[in-house]
Structures are given as structure tokens and as C-alpha cells.
């Protein structure tokens, strides 16, 4: 049995429910000591799993001492740093930092928020367009007329696609063009249909292809030949969803906490600014200019 379990065993490091609240420090090493309250809220702050290893087993319990114990010895080291030099002036522009950063997440946690339900309906009015707009959608069939750059001649398949167009104008069958001439495996067994509904410019989907669609009329009808890098498409309309806006309450979340965001940005920037310099800041000028001066040949 190693000595540090030894002294586990014999309860100089058993923890928990052997140490009263009131005693003051509970492992000591050294010049390094962990306090009661010191040690409970690092180990408040370790996962579940952590926990109760350490709560079942002795050799986990001792392997958590030990890493705290590890930690708070390094931590130490840096009181060491010589006063003045820039390793000192480095740690000293940390801890500055991680202070300031611990005060204004302070601040934030403990900021009350108004409701913001009110707010949240007005700004619903008056900036509809930004939160419930729903842009018109269309769903489509298309015949594709396949000709990718530089294997076939796309003149060659515009003149075949327009032939096929005009009989469809005519009346002829869509789905019987499309068993006859789409070479587009992925439509063609559902005679063309796009199995997507989609807004003008969506992305995801050929621009020109887009754009073609939205110039058609009616449903039903057709557009001009439409090019995209896949060959030369006939698109028909198959359905359109008009432009509306969503109800209040399907939006009033995203609204709320976007408010919440607005009112919480704006707190901390107010909180912050008090601290900027008084009226009654004294500048020492020239030094300051001698700082921000490179010396000579560092220009």
C-alpha cells in the first residue's frame, strides 16, 4: 500500500462527511493549504461523473486532491515572477483581463430583464417585413434537355427543347415529353416534378432555373428555355404559395429574445461606460508620448 493511501486510509485526507463545517482547512501541504469552503466549491464545480468517483472510490477521491493540490502549487509559482519584468507585466495584463471579464459576466448574471411581451408586439408591427415576411414559393416540373459544357452542343439542344415546347403550347402531354426526352433521372420518374417548393434566388437550387420560374404566369403554364450548367430545361408551374406574414405568436419568441439581446448589449454598455475616464484624469503627456514614440530605427 503506497503512503499516500496510507494516509487516506487513516483519515488524514478523508473528506466530506468527516469534516466539520467550521473547521478551516482541511488539506494541508506544505506552505499549500485547501480551506473547507475552498475545496467544496472546486469540487462543485467538477462534473457528475467526478464526483461520485471520488464520493465511491478512495483512490479517485486522493487522485482529486492531489490535482487541486498540483494546480494551487503552479498557481503559486507565478507570485514569484520578479516585480516589473515582462513576464510579470504579461501575468499581471491577464489576470486584469480575466478580473474585468469576471465583473461584467457578474453584472450580466445578475441583470434583471424586463418583460418584454409589449415591446415584443410593437416591434412585430412595425417591422413585419424583418420577422413574419414569408416569400412567395413555387413548386415545379421540369423537362431537362442534358448537356453539360463541352460534351454536347447546347445550340443543338435549344433547338430540340423549343421543338418539344411548342408542342406542348400546342397541347401535347407533359408527361409523356418528359419519358421521351428529360435526362434528368431524378424527375423523370415522377413525369419532372421538382419535389421542392421554393422561393425566388433560394439557394440550393440553379439561379437560372429560379429566375425562369418566377416568370411564368399561371399555373399550369410554361417558361422560355431556361440554360443552367446541367443543359437546357422546360419548367412548368405547377403551384404557387403567395407571400403572407406568420401570426405574432409563431414569431414572438424569436422577437422577445432578440429584445433580450438588444436591452442586455445596451446594459453593459452603459454599466462599462461609467468607468471611462473622469473630467479629473491626470495625463502625464510626455511620457506617454515617449511610450507611443518606436525608438529610433523601429519606425
Not at 6 to 31: E, F, I, P, R, W
Not at 78 to 92: F, N, Q
Not at 95 to 122: C, H, V, W
Not at 133 to 159: N, Q, W, Y
Amino acid at each position: 500500500m503506497s503512503v499516500l493511501k496510507t494516509m487516506l486510509m487513516s483519515g488524514v485526507l478523508m473528506l466530506c462527511v468527516q469534516q466539520s463545517a467550521t473547521a478551516q482547512v482541511v488539506v494541508q501541504d506544505g506552505d499549500v493549504s485547501l480551506s473547507y469552503d475552498e475545496f467544496a466549491y472546486i469540487v462543485s464545480q467538477m462534473t457528475p461523473e467526478m464526483k461520485q468517483a471520488a464520493a465511491t472510490d478512495r483512490g479517485d477521491r486522493l487522485e482529486m486532491v492531489n490535482m487541486v493540490l498540483s494546480i494551487k502549487k503552479l498557481a503559486a509559482e507565478a507570485d514569484k515572477i520578479p516585480p516589473g519584468s515582462e513576464d510579470y507585466w504579461r501575468l499581471s495584463t491577464r489576470l486584469m483581463n480575466e478580473k474585468r471579464k469576471f465583473t461584467l459576466e457578474a453584472y450580466e448574471k445578475n441583470l434583471q430583464i424586463p418583460d418584454m411581451s409589449a415591446l415584443g408586439a410593437e416591434r412585430y408591427q412595425t417591422h413585419k417585413e424583418d420577422y413574419a415576411l414569408v416569400p412567395e414559393r413555387r413548386t415545379s416540373s421540369h423537362i431537362l434537355f442534358a448537356c453539360p459544357p463541352g460534351k454536347c452542343s447546347r445550340e443543338d439542344a435549344k433547338v430540340k427543347a423549343q421543338k418539344v415546347l411548342d408542342e406542348l403550347r400546342a397541347g401535347a402531354d407533359f408527361g409523356e415529353m418528359v419519358q421521351a426526352h428529360s435526362g434528368d433521372p431524378g424527375t423523370k420518374t415522377k413525369e419532372g416534378k421538382f419535389d421542392r417548393w421554393m422561393a425566388k434566388g433560394e439557394t440550393g437550387v440553379a439561379g437560372p432555373y429560379s429566375e425562369g420560374l418566377f416568370t411564368i404566369e399561371g399555373v399550369g403554364d410554361y417558361s422560355e428555355l431556361v440554360n443552367t450548367q446541367f443543359g437546357v430545361h422546360i419548367i412548368r408551374l405547377d403551384g404557387i404559395q403567395e407571400q403572407h406574414f406568420l401570426p405574432y405568436e409563431e414569431v414572438k419568441e424569436k422577437i422577445v429574445a432578440e429584445l433580450r439581446t438588444e436591452y442586455r448589449r445596451t446594459s453593459i454598455k452603459d454599466y462599462t461606460s461609467k468607468y471611462n475616464m473622469t473630467e479629473n484624469v491626470v495625463i502625464d503627456d510626455a511620457a506617454v508620448e515617449k511610450i507611443f514614440t518606436p525608438p529610433a530605427g523601429q519606425e
